[in-house]
T-cell receptor, first 117, second 118 residues
Framework: AQSVTQPDIHITVSEGASLELRCNYS??????LFWYVQSPGQGLQLLLK??????LVQGIKGFEAEFKRSQSSFNLRKPSVHWSDAAEYFCAVGAGTLNSGYSTLTFGKGTMLLVSP | DAGVIQSPRHEVTEMGQEVTLRCKPI?????LFWYRQTMMRGLELLIY????????DSGMPEDRFSAKMPNASFSTLKIQPSEPRDSAVYFC????????????????FGPGTRLTVT
C-alpha cells in the first residue's frame, strides 16, 4: 500500500522569502503525485500534479514541485511567499495505472504554513 | 459549474441521533469520494463510488456509517447512531476518472461539513 510522509507539521516563513515543503512517498511503482492546499474553512484545491515526463512541474499561484525518484520525494517550492499563501498543504500519492483508469489517493497529514510580516 | 456542493456546512447533534450529510458532485463526473478529516488521523478516505456503484468501502469505520448514491448527482453519508468520536469535517470530492491520460484523477473537493456530536 502507498503512504505519504510530510515531516513538517508547521513551517513559518517570512513574507517574500522562499519556501520548500517536504513530501516523501512510498509506492512500488511509478506514482501519481499531487499537492493540494486548504485554506481555513475550505475544501482542498489542487496546486499541481505529476504523472510522467518532466520531473519539474508547474502549478497555480506560482508553485512548483520536483519529483525525485531516487529520493522518493516530491517537494513543493515557491520562490517568494505572499501572506495569502498561509494555509495547510497536503501531499498525496495515487495508486494505479493510466490503463486501469483510476487511482485512489492517499494523503499526508499536512503542513501548516504560517507567513510572518 | 458550481463545484461540489455539500450540505449542511455545519451540523451539531447529540449523541445517538441520526446524521445525514449530503453531496452534489460536479456534473459529468463519474467518481465520488467521501473523506473524513480529523486532527489525529488527517484525511481518510471512507468510501468511493464509480457510476453510482460503491467500489471500496473499506475505510468506513463502523456499521454505524452508510453511504448511498441513488443517482449521478446526489450522494448521502449517514451516521446512525452518532457518537462524539464521529466529530470531524467530512468532505465530498468528485472526479472524472476516464477522461484521458492526463485529464482524469484530479479530485475536486467540496467545502466540507463540520460535524459536532455532543
Amino acid at each position: 500500500a502507498q503512504s505519504v510522509t510530510q515531516p513538517d507539521i508547521h513551517i513559518t516563513v517570512s513574507e517574500g522569502a522562499s519556501l520548500e515543503l517536504r513530501c516523501n512517498y512510498s509506492y512500488g511503482a511509478t506514482p501519481y503525485l499531487f499537492w493540494y492546499v486548504q485554506s481555513p474553512g475550505q475544501g482542498l484545491q489542487l496546486l499541481l500534479k505529476y504523472f510522467s515526463g518532466d520531473t519539474l512541474v508547474q502549478g497555480i499561484k506560482g508553485f512548483e514541485a520536483e519529483f525525485k525518484r531516487s529520493q522518493s520525494s516530491f517537494n513543493l517550492r515557491k520562490p517568494s511567499v505572499h501572506w495569502s499563501d498561509a494555509a495547510e498543504y497536503f501531499c498525496a500519492v495515487g495508486a494505479g495505472t493510466l490503463n486501469s483508469g483510476y487511482s485512489t489517493l492517499t494523503f499526508g497529514k499536512g503542513t501548516m504554513l504560517l507567513v510572518s510580516p | 459549474d458550481a463545484g461540489v456542493i455539500q450540505s449542511p456546512r455545519h451540523e451539531v447533534t447529540e449523541m445517538g441521533q441520526e446524521v445525514t450529510l449530503r453531496c452534489k458532485p460536479i456534473s459529468g463526473h463519474d467518481y465520488l469520494f467521501w473523506y473524513r478529516q480529523t486532527m489525529m488521523r488527517g484525511l481518510e478516505l471512507l468510501i468511493y463510488f464509480n457510476n453510482n456503484v460503491p467500489i471500496d468501502d473499506s475505510g468506513m469505520p463502523e456499521d454505524r456509517f452508510s453511504a448511498k448514491m441513488p443517482n449521478a448527482s446526489f450522494s448521502t453519508l449517514k451516521i446512525q447512531p452518532s457518537e462524539p468520536r464521529d466529530s470531524a469535517v467530512y468532505f465530498c470530492a468528485s472526479s472524472l476518472g476516464l477522461a484521458g491520460a492526463l485529464a482524469g484523477y484530479e479530485q475536486y473537493f467540496g467545502p466540507g461539513t463540520r460535524l459536532t456530536v455532543t
